[in-house]
């Protein structure tokens, strides 16, 4: 598999991307409130918004509607989140991919590039998605990409915006190839 690594000095700047991109808006406060501000701003821009993160696609779900495309690995910060089986029925293409903790692999690069396609699309990560929102602000033209920030809230990126940052960021990881690095008792897709 290849995989791009990131390096280690770009792990505090994209843990809290918010205090080094000012193209980000963040929103805080508890989850009624922040879905409450994000159906007032993407209730009839749903077309256009991307998410990542089991708790905030499950949050869009509940309270605003279904997005263009949700990426979610069955984990809320690295820990099992049964939600994940209710999830998938919202959408209408269901794709999975592997994806290391701390790396972006081409093979979910060119999974979401496939999905984008296809709206109401649900990527299905065995891994981590944290990264791949990096993707998405990569390679979309134009849209929002929105996901959670742990005890905090969740981020929004305007892909006009944030895309520079996104590709330059992108550009600093490390190309690698590795083993599969699953164990069967990992792999996501049976729970699915």
């Keep these: 598999m290849i995989i791009y690594r990131m390096p280690d000095d770009l792990r505090k700047r994209l843990s809290a991307p918010h205090t080094y991109n000012k193209n980000l808006v963040v929103i805080k406060g508890p989850r009624e409130y922040v879905a409450m501000v994000l159906r007032s701003i993407f209730y009839d821009k749903l077309h256009e918004v991307y998410v990542v993160g ?13 997005p263009r495309m949700c990426i979610v690995d069955g984990n809320i910060m690295r820990k099992p989140y049964e939600a994940h089986h209710t999830i998938s029925k ?13 790396a972006i692999s081409s093979e979910c ?41 742990p005890h905090e809230g969740v981020a929004i990126a305007d892909v006009l915006y944030s895309s520079i940052e996104a590709i330059n960021l992108f550009a600093k990881f490390q190309l690698q190839k590795i083993n599969n690095f699953l164990h069967k008792e990992d792999n996501f897709y049976d729970k699915l």
């Design 54 to 66: 089991d708790y905030t696609c499950e949050t869009f779900l509940l309270y605003i509607g279904i």
């Design 90 to 102: 919202y959408f209408e293409n269901v794709a999975r991919c592997c994806n290391p903790r701390g």
């Design 109 to 149: 690069i060119d999974v979401i590039r496939k999905a984008l396609s296809i709206p109401k699309s649900l990527v299905v990560v065995d891994g981590e998605e944290d990264l791949l929102g990096l993707v998405l602000q990569s390679i979309l033209l134009r849209g929002y990409v929105i996901y959670g920030l």
